[in-house]
Every structure is written in structure tokens, then in C-alpha cells.
């Protein structure tokens, strides 16, 4: 451990539950700019832990994606449980550039419920997991330049954990909010509305190209949720969370997500959206 960091924090834990794999990228490249060298992953995606106790020697760094406006909810599910015991802890959305709406706020209430001290936030863009070479969304977030703001955020917070605020909470509230033009909101909202009204059908999960599937089962390992039968290959809908997963790691392309968000979201949010940070 670096001599400069004040405070008794002597190992950073990165929490996070990633199907597509960029909250994951981003939480531990925040750690490697931490000036602490015992960094470990727990890594809810496919499993939960059955226990997760931490202390106020950890950092935290809890990485989450946005589904809908809000945290993943299977991920608040299998971190339910979960006891800070005074931790501290850095609240990380990782949304697909529309927005994130009020899901950081609420992982951080979800991090203080469970006596985690929030004391850095951050919310920051992936590629959308319904991005396809057709419908472009976000593609390669985080870039190189995402990861070295990450990089620089782990630095900041080491400098907090050095300085005599270092256990200082942040209000989530007023993190800077990304630029957004209101009227291409608007649209995308009454769109959805539209679709409501006429009743217009949702993919439940995610089809199936049986001529390119080479019965690999990596779209079965892949799944956070079992969703998908490892015989028949068919997702059980009940189960699936339609996190892409499967579609993104399949490499044949056999998995596609129909979904007609993708170009609705491809369409009205091209422009890239910074990251934020909270110290
Ligand atoms: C079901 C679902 C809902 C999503 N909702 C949003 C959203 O409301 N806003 C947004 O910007 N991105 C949204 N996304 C995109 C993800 O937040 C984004 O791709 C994120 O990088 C995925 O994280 P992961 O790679 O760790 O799985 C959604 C993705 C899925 C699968």
C-alpha cells in the first residue's frame, strides 16, 4: 500500500455484474488507477456470492449497468445481502449513451442501506448491448479515452483517500448530468408511447439462427441467468433478463436481439455522451 493514503483502507474490492462485460472493464480499470495493490474481482454475473461482508479496511468499487432507467435489477438482487460494516465505496453506472436516469442515486441509496459509506460516484457510457453493426450504439465504449478518465477517477480517489476527507459521502444528486437535447428525449419517449398504444410486441429474449449455431454452448455458459437450455438451446423467456450476453458472445452470430429499441435508440442518441465523476 502506498505510504501517502491516510485513511485504513488497505484493500480495493471491485463488485460488479456485467453481461456484456463493459462495467466489469471500466470497475477495474478505476481500480488499477487506486494507489492499493491488493485489488480483487467479485464478479456477480453468473453467480451470486453467498457472502458478501466487507470492512472499513475496504474500497469498494461497486459497477453496475443501467436496464430501463435503473440499476440491473438482478444485480441489486444478488448483492442484496450484502454488508458494508462501514466500507467505503464508489457507486459506478455504466449505461448504453441514452441515459441512465435515476439509477445512480439509486445504487447509492442501495450502498448506504447496507452501511456502505459512498464517497465517489460515476457514470459512464458502454456499448449499448443492443448494438449490431446495423444499429450502432456507443460501439467500443469505453474506448481508450474512457478508460483513461477511469484511470485518472481511481487516481482522484486515492488522493480523497489521503486527504483528511477521506470518508466524506457524496450527494449522487448533484453529479454533473451529461449533455441531452430535450426534444430528442421527448421523442424517444412519445415513440415508446406510440408503440404502447398499438400494442406493439417486444422480443421476450433473444432469437436463434439454428443454421449458424455450431452448438458450441457458449451463449449457455454465457447466460447470468440460465436462461438457456443447454440441450435444446431454447431461452426460457421467464428467465432471460435480455442483457445480450448471449448474442454478443456468440461468434457465429447465431443470437440476435430483435428488438426494436436498437435502432429507435441507434437513431436518436449517436451523439456520445461523457463520462461523469463525483469525488
Ligand atoms: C435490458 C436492457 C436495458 C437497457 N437500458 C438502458 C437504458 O435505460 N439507458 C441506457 O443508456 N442504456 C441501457 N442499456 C444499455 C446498457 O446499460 C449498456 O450496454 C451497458 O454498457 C451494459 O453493461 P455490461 O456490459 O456491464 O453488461 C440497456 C441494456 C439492456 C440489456
Not at 443501467?66 to 462501514?86: F, S
Not at 406493439?200 to 433473444?206: A, E, I, L, N, T
Not at 456468440?250 to 461523469?276: D, G, W, Y
Amino acid at each position: 500500500m502506498n505510504s501517502t493514503i491516510a485513511s485504513k483502507i488497505n484493500s480495493v474490492k471491485v463488485l460488479t455484474f456485467s453481461p456484456t462485460g463493459t462495467s466489469r472493464k471500466i470497475a477495474e480499470t478505476i481500480a488499477q488507477g487506486v494507489d492499493i495493490n491488493n485489488v480483487s474481482l467479485i464478479d456477480i454475473t453468473r453467480e451470486e456470492e453467498p457472502e458478501l461482508t466487507f470492512s472499513d479496511e475496504d474500497l469498494v468499487i461497486v459497477a453496475m449497468p443501467v436496464y430501463g432507467g435503473h440499476v440491473a435489477p438482478v444485480a441489486l438482487k444478488r448483492i442484496q445481502n450484502a454488508k458494508g460494516c462501514g466500507a467505503l465505496a464508489v457507486a459506478v453506472v455504466v449505461y448504453g449513451n441514452r441515459h441512465y436516469e435515476n439509477a445512480l442515486n439509486e445504487l447509492a441509496a442501495f450502498l448506504d442501506d447496507r452501511n456502505f459509506c459512498v464517497i465517489a460516484a460515476g457514470t459512464f457510457i458502454g456499448e449499448h448491448s443492443y448494438s449490431t453493426p446495423e444499429t450502432p450504439i456507443a460501439v467500443g465504449r469505453p474506448n481508450d479515452s474512457d478508460l483513461l478518465f477511469a484511470k485518472a477517477f481511481g487516481k482522484k480517489i486515492s488522493n480523497k483517500l489521503s486527504s483528511k476527507e477521506f470518508d466524506k459521502p457524496v450527494e449522487t444528486e448533484l453529479i454533473e448530468q451529461p449533455f441531452q437535447d430535450t426534444n430528442v428525449m421527448n421523442k424517444f419517449k412519445s415513440t415508446i408511447q406510440e408503440w404502447m398504444k398499438k400494442g406493439v410486441q417486444m422480443p421476450k429474449c433473444p432469437s436463434l439462427d439454428i443454421s449458424l449455431c455450431q452448438d458450441c454452448k457458449m451463449c449457455v455458459k454465457l447466460c447470468p441467468t440460465n436462461a438457456i437450455d443447454p440441450l435444446t438451446l431454447d431461452t426460457d423467456s421467464e428467465k432471460c433478463i435480455k442483457c445480450c450476453a448471449c448474442v454478443k458472445g456468440c461468434v457465429f452470430h447465431a443470437r440476435f436481439m430483435p428488438t426494436p429499441f436498437a435502432p429507435l435508440i441507434s437513431e436518436n442518441f449517436s451523439i456520445q455522451k461523457e463520462n461523469k465523476i463525483l469525488l
